[in-house]
């Protein structure tokens, strides 16, 4: 699909105090720029915004960061923070960039928690070192993530699903949890705060996935 531009968007984001302009500067002392020592978990290819912003006022000890290729898309995320329910939050900010440069911006081990929600399945066989659950990202994490980090991933798209768990495990990884139907396990839907995508596909009756990865030796449990 292709995105349409908004030439504001740049503007916004440039003049907006949540969004950082040169993440690159920080990498090493993100903690410096929320100025506490609480975990930072990160969101990747955010959208709009409304997951990570609703975590930041669930999980107020927890420093947000939000990551988004598409400055148009960015632009959205920042229209919702700006808004009464959320224009207080202080746990939280946002970054336009690409994915593949997450070493140059995060320090080793320096991000706790990293959040993949409905991911483009980039569904063509040439693409697959595109995909966000692919060796290839995973050996970008491991820069990133502290040892006992984890990686979470949710998709309506099963193909896209087992082609993860398959990468997750050929990459050395370890998939601490897993469910095809997200909505009727009770365990792993324990305080599941839902997408824009994710609410949509759940309307027409799709199962959401989920997985849980990191660098542990637990036996994954579905």
Same mark, same amino acid.
């Given at each position: 699909?292709?995105?349409? /531009?908004? +030439?504001? =968007?740049?503007?916004?984001?440039?003049?907006? $105090?949540?969004?950082?302009?040169? @993440?690159?500067?920080?990498?090493?002392?993100?903690? $410096?720029?929320?100025?506490?020592? /609480?975990?930072? #978990?990160?969101?990747?290819?955010?959208?709009?915004?409304?997951?990570?912003?609703?975590?930041?006022?669930? &999980? +107020?000890?927890?420093?947000?960061?939000?990551?988004e290729r598409y400055?148009?898309?960015?632009?959205?995320?920042?229209?919702? #923070?700006?808004?009464?329910?959320?224009?207080?939050?202080?746990?939280?900010?946002?970054?336009?960039?690409?994915?593949?440069?997450?070493?140059?911006?995060?320090?080793?081990?320096?991000?706790?928690?990293? &959040?993949?929600?409905?991911?483009? @399945?980039? +569904?063509?066989?040439?693409?697959?070192?595109?995909?966000?659950?692919?060796?290839?990202?995973?050996?970008? &994490?491991?820069?990133?993530? =502290?040892?006992?980090?984890?990686?979470?991933?949710?998709?309506?798209?099963?193909?896209?699903?087992?082609?993860?768990?398959?990468?997750?495990?050929?990459?050395?990884?370890?998939?601490?949890? #897993?469910? #095809?139907?997200?909505?009727?396990?009770?365990?792993?839907?324990?305080?599941?705060?839902?997408t824009e995508y994710?609410?949509?596909?759940?309307?027409?009756?799709? +199962?959401?996935?989920?997985?849980? =990865?990191?660098?542990?030796?637990?036996? @994954?449990?579905?």
């Open positions: 699909m292709r995105l349409r /531009n908004i +030439p504001r =968007a740049e503007g916004t984001i440039q003049s907006h $105090q949540a969004a950082i302009k040169r @993440p690159e500067d920080q990498k090493g002392c993100w903690k $410096q720029v929320f100025g506490n020592e /609480n975990p930072i #978990y990160i969101e990747i290819g955010m959208g709009k915004g409304r997951f990570l912003l609703n975590m930041a006022k669930q &999980y +107020p000890n927890v420093n947000f960061i939000g990551i400055s148009s898309v960015l632009l959205r995320a920042l229209e919702k #923070y700006d808004t009464e329910e959320f224009q207080e939050l202080t746990n939280i900010r946002f970054v336009c960039m690409d994915a593949k440069e997450l070493s140059e911006v995060f320090a080793k081990g320096e991000v706790e928690r990293i &959040y993949l929600n409905f991911s483009d @399945p980039w +569904p063509k066989a040439r693409h697959a070192k595109r995909r966000l659950t692919s060796t290839e990202f995973f050996a970008r &994490y491991d820069k990133i993530l =502290a040892e006992d980090g984890t990686v979470e991933f949710k998709t309506d798209n099963t193909e896209l699903f087992n082609f993860s768990l398959e990468q997750i495990r050929e990459y050395g990884w370890t998939v601490l949890s #897993y469910t #095809y139907d997200l909505h009727h396990h009770e365990e792993m839907n324990k305080g599941n705060i839902m994710e609410e949509k596909f759940s309307a027409k009756g799709n +199962p959401i996935n989920k997985l849980i =990865a990191g660098r542990g030796t637990e036996t @994954p449990t579905e």
